[in-house]
């Protein structure tokens, strides 16, 4: 069966580092999202995002799309196809409204996870630590939808696995068995 594992949760917490590591040890490819914000250092154009304008976003079709903060972002059914061509199981880097739209119309294709820290302070340091400018972290932080995702709504929770990403050795355990589980 085909599958897609999702990942959410805070900004910082550490989806694409996860996403990274099943692409890295599994090869597991992430689908690839469009975003209207701008490119951040390292980050590679139809690698980390296709990244566009306000005009060529509405051009698009999506699966779904939200605004986050001040910037668009959207998934199309296409870009699920192209990464299901590559492996029967990918994953997408998504926040929590459009996890709802997956939840919705993909049902058991969807294997949700839920990124989390104990000590929500440490997030600020890690996007530091990335590198992203400080006047772009404190909108962020400060933003609806980044307090939105520090939790879950009780209806998502009910289908989340929740992974507390203190500390990185044990969650890479974790996605080793998360891995087995859906690869047999
Ligand atoms: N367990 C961990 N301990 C310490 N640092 C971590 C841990 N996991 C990830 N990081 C680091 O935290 C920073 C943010 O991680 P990452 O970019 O994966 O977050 P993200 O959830 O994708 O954020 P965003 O939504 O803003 O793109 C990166 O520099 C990453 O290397
Ligand atoms: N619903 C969707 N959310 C998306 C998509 N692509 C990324 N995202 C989420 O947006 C925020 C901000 O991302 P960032 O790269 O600027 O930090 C984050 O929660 C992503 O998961 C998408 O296509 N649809």
Redesign the pocket.
Known sequence: MQRIIIIA?P???????VSKYLTEKYNIPRVVTHTTRPMREGEVPGKSYYFETDESFKKLHFFEHVKYGEYQYGSSKEALDKAWTKNDLVSL?IETDGVKSYLEKLGQQVYFIYLTVSDFSVLKK??L??GDKVSEIDKRLNSYEFKRDLHLSDELAKKAHVLN????EE?AKELDTIVKELED
């Open positions: 949760g900004s910082g917490v550490g989806k694409t580092t880097i890690r996007l630590g990335r990403n203190d500390n990185w969650v």
